[in-house]
């Protein structure tokens, strides 16, 4: 089992910048994806970005490719992520997760993951 805590959240204005931080714990060694994922009222859990510890390729959703970044350090046993020219429809729950065992294009596909955090706030306005 891994643990997972995130920070970092928080209320900017739009056009604003935050970075998220989840700090990992636990069976770290089998870890094999690792991802962000946010959930806004009355919608579903939807994929951010995701990152496979093996040869750290990344996956990103459409909706915020080229604004956010996904980043881990090993040596500190943390992921990042770095939100730039935030909108309003960034604001959600955001969650960091950890998979074992997914396929290659399972990065954004949150049933396949095991272990969650409980979540950091994030609220754009306007």
């Known amino acids: 089992q891994v643990e997972l805590v995130e920070s970092g959240g928080g209320s900017v204005q739009a056009g604003g910048s935050l970075r998220l931080s989840c700090a990992v714990s636990?069976?770290?060694?089998?870890?094999?994806?690792m991802g962000w994922f946010r959930q806004a009222p009355g919608k579903e859990r939807e994929g951010v970005a995701g990152?496979?510890?093996?040869?750290?390729?990344?996956y990103y959703a459409g909706s915020v490719k080229g604004r956010f970044t996904i980043t881990r350090d090993n040596a500190k046993n943390t992921l990042s992520l770095h939100m730039n020219n935030l909108n309003p429809e960034d604001s959600a729950m955001y969650y960091c997760?950890?998979?074992?065992?997914?396929?290659?294009?399972?990065?954004?596909?949150?049933?396949?993951?095991?272990?969650w955090g409980q979540g950091t706030q994030v609220t754009i306005s306007s």
């Open positions: 636990g069976y770290i060694s089998k870890i094999y994806c």
């Open positions: 997760a950890t998979g074992f065992d997914l396929r290659a294009d399972d990065a954004l596909n949150a049933p396949v993951y095991d272990d």
């Open positions: 990152i496979y510890t093996g040869g750290g390729t990344t």
